[in-house]
């Protein structure tokens, strides 16, 4: 068995992140939304964090993505600036 392997996400990952996500939605109750968001919504939220220059990334095996993490804006707020909202889907 190979070891899993951490890396930055990148748009070739979106599909899986989507489908991991969507499953989260639907049978989670972390996320608290009640529709998994389509793939174009996905990929309009991994370009504001990236834009944001925050950390995206994905936890793979064998070239399957298994999870992934992100970090955000925690509130707009001018004294949230150095905090951070993670999250971690597997």
């Not at 509130?75 to 905090?83: E, G, I, K, Q, S």
Request: glycine share 8%; net charge negative.
């Amino acid at each position: 068995m190979s070891s899993i392997a951490i890396r930055a996400a990148t748009t070739a990952n979106l599909n899986r992140i989507t489908e991991i996500y969507a499953d989260a939605v639907t049978h989670g109750t972390a996320s608290y939304e009640l529709e998994p968001p389509s793939r174009a919504e996905m990929g309009s939220r991994f370009d504001s964090l990236a834009a944001g220059g925050f950390p995206y990334l994905v936890a793979e095996r064998d070239g399957v993505v298994l999870g992934y993490a992100y970090a955000g804006p925690f509130r707009p707020r001018p004294a949230y600036r150095f905090v951070v909202e993670d999250s971690v889907y597997v």
